[in-house]
């Protein structure tokens, strides 16, 4: 052994070898086969890629396409990591526990499960940050540990895009550079949406600018992005199928593109400004519209006034500004309204992001500022006349209004479900002649309620949203966003009001236009003395109620021991108008 030892190393390894190759030879031998590709299989293995590489090489912007071609892919694999672990997450972490036990763990598996939603929105960027935003207003819908992680990520803490990429896109919009194009501009973003950014800049003549850019390939990836998620929602059918969001597919599918193209964005903007400025407008000089800057916008880029403010719905900084949030809750619910049913072009896409607050320097009055016109509806005027005699309806607990105007709007019989998916109120109290039969207290024992109801009835809810109107479905979700501002500003029973006059004002100007003449204008007249009564009786029995709590408390439990004990005296009044008001423009 201490031979072998001492022999150098590459000695043993080739005396190891010899015998080692002496062995193998002493083995059976067998005939294997290596495999032959015949030239067909290796056609088709080389086709695929070289079909995308003609793609990418042969195209007039081989960056945009070569882009595409890695992003799509991608997408495509952090959406089924995301779902799968998701899915993964609810069968196992819940699995054989009941009671509080389940309850407990079910909680922490939505909480995980909406921090790994809001990752997937933010890696995947533009359409999926919309998804994300939708969810953070479906706080009656869905679990509260989604909305809340939405809500504090999706609307003004979305991803943000490099300068360098931001000048590129302005240069190849605009034809200059933003240095020729601006006296300054800040590189870091004053603040970052799904679809774009913001920079801030200063004109050559001294004018302060906002200067709204879209994040790198959104326009390339958009068609594909939708294609992924349609695919995603029918896999979440065929598993639950219960869970149709085909709806929300299609409508993405209309209102994406017309987000991306900026040109439309500001031909939204103008025409939003001029009817806020029209003779017919009841908000005149209280609501701002930044001014688009001509000549500097493109499909992709857009200059406008800068305008500074405070967010709509922080509460503290309002007060500061010596105005209480019920009378900003009461403009922001006079706009809105006016834009429904008045001008029949509607800002879409109202969270508390895209309203900004300022006090008017010329004499002090408060002034709401709208951003982000990206997403608009122009109704016509049957639809906003049945819809106004719908609003009617609800406000006055009409029932046999509520029936006829929801079935005009396809609801059938399922129009007491109808009436609560627009008021986010059971049936029963839709129809009640109480005060406030309308009002919502937002606690927890009313959200989870209805989070309940939504859950029993999420077949009929689908099926709903497949019937009704398209055009309806983003006033739902205009709705959605400006029962979450409301909520945190103000008393509904006010908005109720507001909404009421505005119908009625609607229903007027349609019958004039409809019938010319005297005797129209006359009925007309009739008709809105009628609701005014009907709204001063609302505004006399709201003034007496808040007195009221005043006495016992402001809170939900008290305000309905209020209701229920003064709700008798006030209901007789409201019952003997009825709904023949209603009826009447029908």
């Not at 009671?99 to 995980?112: F, I, M, T």
């Not at 806020?276 to 519209?289: A, M």
């Not at 916008?297 to 209480?324: C, P, S, W």
């Not at 009409?398 to 396809?410: L, R, V």
Request: glycine share 4%.
């Amino acid at each position: 052994m201490r031979s072998v030892a001492r022999l150098p190393f590459k000695l043993v390894a080739q005396q190891f070898s010899s015998r080692l190759i002496s062995a193998e030879a002493q083995l059976p031998q067998t005939n294997v086969s290596k495999p032959e590709w015949s030239i067909w299989s290796k056609a088709l293995l080389a086709a695929p890629p070289t079909i995308l590489a003609g793609w990418i090489v042969l195209s007039d912007e081989p960056q945009r396409r070569a882009r595409v071609a890695y992003n799509v892919p991608l997408r495509v694999v952090r959406d089924a990591v995301a779902v799968i672990s998701i899915a993964s997450d609810y069968k196992f972490s819940t699995s054989g526990l009941e009671g509080d036990s389940y309850a407990e763990a079910l909680k922490q598996c939505h909480e995980r499960s909406a921090f790994k939603l809001q990752k997937l929105c933010f890696a995947n960027g533009g359409i999926y940050i919309k998804l994300g935003q939708h969810v953070a207003q479906l706080d009656y819908i869905l679990p509260i540990e989604y909305v809340n992680t939405m809500r504090d990520y999706m609307l003004d803490k979305c991803p943000v895009s490099s300068y360098k990429d931001i000048a590129e896109v302005i240069e190849e919009d605009l034809g200059r550079k933003p240095e020729e194009l601006f006296a300054s501009i800040e590189q870091v973003p004053i603040a970052s949406a799904s679809l774009a950014q913001v920079h801030r800049a200063m004109s050559h003549d001294g004018r302060q600018l906002a200067v709204k850019v879209q994040h790198v390939g959104l326009r390339d990836t958009c068609a594909a992005d939708t294609v992924i998620v349609e695919a995603f929602v029918k896999g979440l059918r065929w598993v639950f199928p219960d869970f149709n969001y085909q709806w929300l597919v299609d409508e993405l599918k209309e209102s994406v593109p017309k987000e991306l193209d900026f040109k439309l964005e500001a031909a939204n903007s103008k025409r939003c400004q001029a009817n806020l400025n029209s003779k017919k407008s009841r908000v005149k000089g209280r609501v701002v519209v930044p001014a688009i800057e001509d000549g500097m916008v493109n499909h992709r880029v857009l200059v406008m006034e800068y305008v500074e403010g405070i967010k709509v719905t922080d509460r503290a900084k309002i007060q500061e500004l010596g105005f209480k949030p019920e009378k900003v809750a009461e403009l922001v619910s006079r706009t809105f309204n006016e834009m429904v049913f008045i001008h029949g072009d509607v800002h879409c896409d109202p969270h508390a992001a895209n309203l900004f607050l300022r006090k008017n320097s010329l004499d002090g009055q408060l002034q709401l500022v709208l951003l982000d016109h990206g997403l608009y509806r122009q109704i016509s005027d049957s639809f906003r006349k049945s819809y106004a005699l719908l609003w009617q309806s609800l406000i006055f607990g009409d029932a046999e209004g509520i029936k006829e105007h929801s079935q005009a709007m396809n609801a059938g019989d399922m129009y007491p479900l109808f009436a609560g998916m627009l008021t986010n109120r059971p049936w029963d109290e839709v129809i009640s002649k109480d005060i406030d039969h309308l009002y919502m207290s937002g606690d927890e024992e009313e959200r989870t309620s209805i989070q309940q109801t939504s859950q029993m009835f999420a077949a009929q809810i689908t099926q709903l949203l497949f019937k009704v109107p398209r055009v309806l479905l983003l006033l739902l979700k205009t709705n959605d966003c400006l029962r979450s501002v409301d909520l945190a500003l103000g008393e509904p029973v006010n908005t109720f009001v507001i909404t009421a006059r505005e119908c009625s004002r609607a229903l007027t100007d349609i019958r004039n236009r409809e019938q010319p003449g005297i005797r129209s204008k006359f009925k007309g007249k009739i008709d809105e003395w009628h609701v005014e009564y009907r709204v001063t009786l609302l505004r006399v029995a709201s003034w007496w109620a808040l007195k009221w709590a005043r006495w016992v408390g402001k809170t939900p439990k008290n305000r309905r021991k209020m209701r229920e004990r003064h709700s008798n005296k006030l209901a007789a009044p409201l019952s003997a108008v009825g709904g023949d008001t209603v009826m009447a423009h029908a």
